[in-house]
């Protein structure tokens, strides 16, 4: 602080004394030196980056030359199931609840709770010095900017498809590398070699990517191995290396390793919860999966950390813009209100939600249930999906609007068990129900919960009782089973209760406690 208002009163005097002299002459000088020093002080924080990030580098290499340690991996995990209760159908024209009660809760669940972006070893988006400007990815409508595309480049960009979307990297030619031999000292030698500043484009594409699409975290890591697998088709262990390399920089929690047996390559990531069905390893606390699924039981793996690194976090916190490939158009009609609409999604985000894994935070059985919830629709989804529900419930009291959606949830899709349709259990993001021909509880009670907030701005909560996944909204004025959560009354409204109104609870569940599951 000191420093500085020396800095401010010798700046001060100076321009003082220069404007006695000629005003505008001099004016024009301190101006240009004001700038200057500005310039340096940026220059002068870039240089300090760069320098932490070659000591982090050249540290990272020289422990990769240290003896490895064999780890077993750990069985999968499995997500506790118990079994699912049988829907059941409210007898046409009996009333609706005329009396309020006060239904038990075993836990209240906390809302998801906002995570800090992940954030590379350092800044490259702000320091890196584009020299040619480049577009990374097509639009959203598969178009490029054409100034951009015409471009001569200095740097030849492959293009690789990322879920239907065209994306173009820059690479180095001079960057391309071998692995004859996985062994400690080759590995730490090539580390050095892509820690040059020559590398840094390619890094800085990357991250240029996952900004365009706005990729989540399990999203990007899956873009940079394709990348790298459009750089080295073929090459397995190059693959991992350039996959492994890349993420480190970009601040994921990583850990190197290899296969006894064969010498290939694997790259274990870390991630802030569990996903089921795939082997995975601790350490630090943190479980690791494989990128590529593999199902090889003990790897020889490197376990030491790279600087600030942080696990990929699960949820799904932005939107993945790929491009757009309209689904056929799917029509929906309500059982009651002559209430109908239509849909179409983008197959490509259909098929990113169909590779993306099942997962759950450890201390939190219920979390997957509430990011799905979590996530919104897309905008082109409700382009075509809300018009006809908003004007259905424009100008209704807030109740009929309430029945309404849930009406429509309840008997414009079709219900089938899991076990069934997909011979396990899978939930769905919103998208997924409106297209596939059948959902169960959980993906009704995720669907209504989505509608009920775009479309009419109410609180809801998820509701769990033993075996079924059910919804509750909270009314000012409402009648029937009602949850008390912080003294608001949020009552019962079942997706799965065909034929229920508010405050109506499937009589199968009526009676049991449930977990209230914020959202």
Not at 129 to 135: G, L, N, R, S, T
């Amino acid at each position: 602080m000191k420093r500085f208002l020396l800095s401010i009163f010798i700046f001060s005097f100076t321009v003082a004394a220069a404007f006695a002299q000629d005003p505008f002459e001099k004016f024009k000088q301190f101006s240009q030196q004001s700038k200057q020093t500005f310039e340096t002080a940026e220059q002068r924080q870039k240089k300090a980056y760069l320098e932490f990030r070659d000591k982090l580098n050249e540290e990272f290499a020289e422990q990769m030359t240290k003896d490895w340690k064999s780890y077993g991996a750990k069985a999968p995990e499995k997500k506790k199931k118990e079994p699912e209760v049988v829907p059941v159908v409210k007898p046409e024209g009996e009333p609706a609840p005329k009396e309020n009660v006060k239904n038990e809760i075993t836990e209240v669940v906390s809302a998801p709770k906002p995570e800090p972006p992940t954030v590379p070893v350092i800044p490259f988006l702000d320091i890196y010095v584009e020299e040619e400007p480049f577009d990374v990815v097509e639009d959203f409508l598969g178009k490029w900017d054409d100034d951009l595309k015409v471009a001569p480049l200095q740097v030849p960009a492959p293009g690789f498809e990322f879920y239907g979307t065209t994306c173009r990297i820059r690479y180095p030619s001079e960057n391309r590398f071998s692995i004859e031999s996985t062994n400690n000292n080759t590995l730490s030698s090539l580390w050095k070699r892509l820690s040059k500043k020559d590398f840094d484009v390619v890094i800085f594409d990357c991250l240029k990517v996952k900004k365009a699409l706005d990729l989540c975290d399990w999203g990007y890591i899956q873009m940079v191995h394709k990348f790298a697998g459009t750089i080295f088709p073929g090459q397995d262990n190059e693959t991992a290396y350039l996959t492994f390399y890349i993420l480190t920089q970009s601040g994921y929690k990583l850990r190197l390793s290899r296969d006894i047996q064969k010498s290939r390559l694997h790259v274990l990531v870390g991630v802030d919860g569990s996903i089921t069905g795939r082997l995975y390893w601790v350490f630090d606390g943190v479980k690791f999966v494989d990128i590529d699924s593999e199902k090889v039981p003990t790897l020889l793996v490197c376990d030491i950390k790279y600087g600030n690194e942080s696990p990929a976090k699960l949820a799904i916190t932005s939107s993945n813009k790929f491009r757009m490939k309209a689904t056929e158009l799917r029509k929906f009609e309500s059982k009651y209100d002559n209430l109908k609409t239509e849909s179409t999604v983008n197959a490509n985000l259909l098929d990113f939600y169909n590779d993306y894994p099942n997962f759950y935070l450890d201390d939190d059985p219920y979390s997957s249930w509430k990011y799905y919830a979590q996530t919104p629709l897309t905008e082109s989804t409700k382009a075509v999906l809300y018009p006809a529900l908003k004007e259905a419930v424009d100008g209704k009291p807030v109740a009929d609007a309430v029945n309404m959606i849930l009406h429509f949830v309840q008997t414009a899709f079709d219900y089938k068990y899991d076990e069934d349709v997909w011979g396990g259990e899978r939930v769905f993001f919103g998208e997924e129900t409106l297209h596939y021909p059948y959902c169960d509880c959980e993906d009704r009670a995720i669907l209504y919960s989505i509608l009920v907030r775009d479309i009419l701005g109410l609180d809801v909560v998820l509701v769990y009782y033993p075996g079924h996944l059910a919804a509750a909204t909270r009314l000012e004025d409402g009648t029937g089973d009602y949850f008390e959560v912080d003294g608001n009354k949020y009552f019962v409204t079942d997706p799965t209760f065909i034929n229920g109104c508010i405050g109506d609870t499937m009589t199968s569940v009526r009676g049991l406690g449930a977990a209230i599951i914020r959202l």
